[in-house]
């Protein structure tokens, strides 16, 4: 029955079914997306064709800064091994990009060879020519850290025109290139050299669309004073934001990244606490890989349908026969009136637009008669897939999530702080006395004993109204004191003997201080009353 319905009708009613998140993206976007971009030719203008690696791919890390800010030795300090092509020194010594990718043997493998590879994501490289992919190479080795994630290693980055002009290629359209592959990217500055040159800031600018991927590390500032610590950190959120202009604060991480003795220990805890925070960012970056890809893959969609409306206007706009340069100069010149034009008929947000000195620049060169019309089709069908496909794919997501939850990375500097005495903030707090054989609290029980006997015991217990007139005199919110009255009712009766009035006290202590509570009372906490002997 209804054979006359053709199958290609009948699959467009049907949802798509995908296996894995990965699979779904590219499947997406060789039937979806890819079509409207080749037909209003947008690897020309923005980025190439995304190939089957970049979604398979690990997670990838950028690092970006000026030489001599300790890139390379922050990979060195990450994975806890030299990798191959490594060089390290005071004056500019990386003058290749290098990505640090897992092998089962040390070796390098130089650019021409990488990019006709269809294992590795940097086929499209190819564009960059010859002077690009003799200054690029990939560093293998077996590592544990390089088992989730890749590293990207930069050259440094040089004050004046000379170094611009000596690269042979566009270091800034490269860096581009490989911010919209990446999951995370690192800007690293020296303490000590503070000054944005103007390539800097160009590399920086051209980073504008990818700002949720950026974070800024202050490396090398255990070599100042607490005090110009401060003013260093200040100088160096003014200067990024000036070139930074979006109204949020970048997040800034300080510390020094190598594994050589702190010059300056004055500051020692807030590095760790930084370098702490830091490695949960990039441990992170496995688990929401497939989320960064399907970010990406909206924010290109957006990207290609406000490619197609400007072209087809263009197209629209041009004569048949005569005047077609002069026409063609008018519409370049007059194209951020192109753009508000589609902005008001298209409900377009102004951020979705390419920046407009860039797109005025690569229509120069473009024969706007091969340019094709609009075909609502074909955007239809992007419209369906971020309407629709994507929103599957989100559910998709969330539960690959939870089949891997301990997906994250391991190894290297990031085992030496997970367990055991010099992981963060062990000892601290809460964690006070974790190793003692006496009960931590104890030491200060005669002076809790002194109040507890004040606020009128039944039984050797007070009621929760007669301790919380004692508690609230700690000024502490109620939400918190409510979550220490929980933890120190150890035996659950509503009622606190002189043991559990202590532990309450000690932990308004714990708060006092700027620890965090913990959310169960750890073993070493409970009152020697309470503990069960085995």
């Known amino acids: 029955m209804f054979s006359w319905v053709s199958k290609d009708a009948r ?30 030719r947008f690897h020309e203008f923005h980025s190439p064709a995304l190939e089957d690696a ?15 800010t300790g890139k390379t030795t922050f990979i060195r300090h990450l994975i806890e091994q030299d990798f191959p092509g490594m060089r390290i020194g005071p004056e500019p010594t990386t003058d290749s990009f290098i990505a640090v990718m897992h092998g089962p043997t040390e070796g390098v493998v130089p650019g021409n060879a990488l990019v006709v590879d269809p294992r590795r994501p ?22 544990p850290v390089l088992d989730s994630i890749s590293i990207i290693d930069t050259p440094g980055i040089l004050s004046g025109e000379k170094q611009r002009i000596s690269r042979g290629y566009d270091f800034a359209a490269v860096l581009e290139w490989f911010a919209e592959r990446v999951d995370r990217i690192i800007l690293l500055f020296d303490a000590h050299k503070l000054d944005i040159s103007d390539e800097f800031s160009e590399v920086i600018k051209a980073l504008k669309n990818h700002e949720d991927k950026i974070r800024v590390v202050l490396n090398k500032a255990d070599q100042i004073e607490t005090q110009q610590l401060m003013r260093v950190y200040g100088a160096l959120m003014w200067s990024l934001g000036k070139i930074i202009n979006t109204p949020e ?26 370098e702490q925070d830091l490695f949960k960012d990039i441990q992170s970056l496995p688990r929401n890989a497939a989320l960064r890809k399907l970010n990406d893959l909206i924010k290109r969609a957006r990207l290609a349908k406000v490619h197609a409306y400007i072209i087809s206007s263009l197209k629209k706009e041009m004569p048949n026969v005569f005047g077609k340069e002069s026409k063609k100069k008018e519409l370049v010149n007059n194209l951020g009136e192109v753009y508000q034009k589609i902005e008001r008929e298209h409900q377009i947000s102004s951020g979705d637009f390419p920046s407009l000195r860039k797109m005025q620049e690569l229509l120069q060169t473009q024969d706007f008669s091969k340019f094709q019309a609009l075909k609502p089709k074909l955007l239809d069908t992007v419209d369906d897939m971020l309407a629709n496909d994507i929103a599957r794919l989100m559910v998709m997501v ?107 006290n000690h932990l308004i202590k714990v708060k006092l201080e700027g620890h965090e509570l913990p959310a169960d009372l750890p073993p070493h906490l409970i009152p020697p009353s309470k503990r069960r002997h085995e």
């Open 11 to 40: 699959r467009k009613k049907e949802p798509e079914l995908f296996q894995t998140v990965a699979e779904g993206l590219r499947q997406l976007y060789a039937q979806k997306l890819l079509p409207l971009e080749e037909h209003y």
């Open 54 to 68: 970049d979604f398979d791919n690990k997670p990838m890390v950028l690092l970006v800064g000026q030489y001599s």
């Open 122 to 143: 940097f086929r499209k490289l190819n564009a960059f020519g010859n002077a690009f992919l003799n200054r690029f190479m990939c560093a293998q080795l077996p590592n």
């Open 249 to 274: 604060v970048v997040r800034v991480y300080i510390g020094s990244f190598w594994s050589h003795p702190l010059l300056i220990p004055d500051n020692r805890k807030l590095f760790e606490a930084e």
């Open 398 to 504: 969330r539960q690959e999530e939870s089949l891997m939850p301990s997906q994250a990375v391991k190894g290297g500097a990031f085992d030496g702080t997970m367990n055991g005495p010099f992981g963060h903030g062990y000892g601290e707090g809460a964690g006070e006395g974790i190793d003692d054989v006496e009960w931590v609290v104890g030491k200060d029980k005669p002076t809790y004993d002194e109040i507890f006997y004040t606020l009128s015991p039944v039984n050797g217990k007070i009621t929760g109204a007669n301790a919380k007139k004692e508690m609230v005199k700690s000024k502490l919110p109620n939400t918190v004191l409510g979550k220490i009255w929980k933890l120190a009712d150890v035996d659950k009766d509503g009622l606190l003997d002189d043991e559990e009035f202590a532990l309450a």
